[in-house]
């Protein structure tokens, strides 16, 4: 499902309709309370909440590279981040393309 | 002389992942090795967490009735391959959201760490001292990896794996393998050494993908296996007096001081500067040296944590000893996504 919405351009994660809840990817049932959930896109711009340059990685990903957890409206993404360093609180876009041999998204720093 | 496993009428395997040694099936190859075919055995997984789900499905086991005795084992080989393969099986724990992009176990406990020092003021050394701790109280346990203290200093200037993590703020890749026996009061009485009692075992999950979590340095899976631990055992934090703990990584021993009550939110890291979770301190912590120095073959890790609480309550932790009648051990797959928590007393 991710995979054909990623294919499309577009993040889609679930929104509770019982607790509110907002997470990714998305699924029909909630993960923080089991209710039922609905398709959301995610919003283009996200604040990060927290990062890491990884030095030691799993030989599919060239090293040293960033990785962040940033929050898009309501919902928080774990992401890589190309071209350049980012902070907490650093604003940042997803975009959809080729990231290490396949179709994925990343996050840019604005 | 120990017991004779003869009496097991059950064995539970906890093994991380088939990678390493291109086998599962670790049930059945335990059973035939120690002569005990055909009787029940099988493997249990979740991730790191493997070595204590074994201890409890040999407790449950025994605690239904079903068996009189059943045995617990964990297990892994690491250090045949390449930290690369080791990075990549351990990525398996995460969500394939987080695989996809990157996000190692490593890095995602750096996130964990740096949202934790942005948000509670500690520090790159504050959390170094944890590594500086536990290896200090490796250097008096004889089956540890790490053998040899280590200085802030040196700590500090260690190589980075995923900033801010550091090399020596992360468990090393060890082989090794650890076992307990759970057994009923009956069979217990008879053994030739000495028992401690499992007055409380719990398992909790939290969300696969770190990411997910409202606030990413709450360890809400923990936080709920450790409160049902103590409901079970009608205990508060206060009668604990010994605790092995998941460190994993060195924030992780600091997420699980607030987890299990021993500090309060946003102040566990104030403790190891106190002393307190050192041998000598109010609640020590990781006599053994924790997975950072005693090391972390990762199914056995569990069950390692429970072999030195046993120990402990039993005086049998020879130049470590803190004379604990209550010990606790927490042992987490993922990024803390799956928790178990066992609280064992003297008897």
């Known amino acids: 499902m991710t995979l054909k919405y990623v294919a499309e351009g577009r993040l889609v994660g679930g929104r509770c309709v019982k607790c509110g809840g907002a997470f990714f990817p998305y699924s029909p049932v909630c993960i923080y309370c089991g209710g039922e959930a609905k398709a959301e896109d995610v919003p283009r711009r996200g604040v990060v909440l927290s990062y890491s340059v990884v030095h030691v990685s799993n030989g599919r990903f060239t090293t040293p590279y960033t990785v962040a957890i940033a929050k898009f409206g309501d919902f928080q993404l774990p992401g890589y981040v190309k071209e350049g360093a980012v902070n907490i609180g650093d604003e940042v876009v997803w975009e959809i393309g080729e990231l290490e041999g396949g179709r994925w998204y990343y996050f840019k720093k604005l | 002389m120990g017991v004779d496993t003869a009496v097991a009428e059950a064995i539970y395997v906890g093994v991380q992942s088939e990678v390493y040694e291109h086998q599962i099936m670790y049930g059945t190859l335990a059973a035939e090795a120690l002569g005990l075919l055909p009787r029940e055995a099988y493997r249990v997984e979740a991730c790191a967490a493997a070595g204590a789900l074994a201890l409890r499905s040999a407790y449950m086991a025994v605690k239904s009735g079903e068996v009189k005795a059943a045995l617990a084992v964990g297990v892994e080989k690491m250090t045949a391959t390449t930290t690369e393969v080791v990075t990549d099986a351990l990525m398996a724990a995460s969500h394939y959201i987080d695989q996809r992009s990157g996000v190692t176990i490593p890095a995602h406990y750096a996130m964990v ?201 039993t005086g049998r932790a020879y130049g470590r000893n803190t004379g604990a009648r209550v010990g606790i051990a927490v042992n987490e797959g993922g990024v803390n996504s799956a928790a178990v928590v066992h609280i064992l007393r003297a008897v």
């Open chain 2, 113 to 313: 760490a740096r949202r934790y020092m942005y948000l509670y003021g500690a520090s790159e050394e504050d959390l170094c001292m944890v590594a500086v701790k536990n290896h200090r109280h490796a250097t008096r346990n004889p089956k540890a990896h790490f053998q040899r203290a280590i200085s802030p200093e040196e700590c500090l200037a260690s190589r980075p794996i995923a900033t801010p993590i550091k090399l020596y703020d992360a468990a090393p890749i060890s082989d090794g393998a650890a076992v307990a026996l759970v057994a009923s009061e009956e069979v217990a009485k008879k053994a030739p050494t000495p028992a401690v009692e499992v007055i409380a075992s719990a398992v909790a999950t939290d969300t696969l993908s770190a990411s997910q979590r409202p606030d990413i340095t709450y360890p809400k899976a923990v936080v709920e296996a450790a409160t049902k631990a103590y409901n079970r055992a009608g205990l508060t934090p206060k009668a604990v007096e010994v605790a092995e703990v998941h460190d994993a990584f060195t924030i992780n021993e600091v997420l699980m001081y607030e987890a299990l009550g021993f500090a309060k939110r946003g102040e566990g890291y104030k403790l190891v500067r106190e002393g307190a979770t050192s041998l000598e301190g109010s609640i020590p912590v990781n006599p053994s040296g924790g997975l950072k120095a005693r090391g972390h073959p990762i199914g056995a890790t569990g069950l390692a944590q429970i072999y030195e609480v046993y120990l402990q309550l």
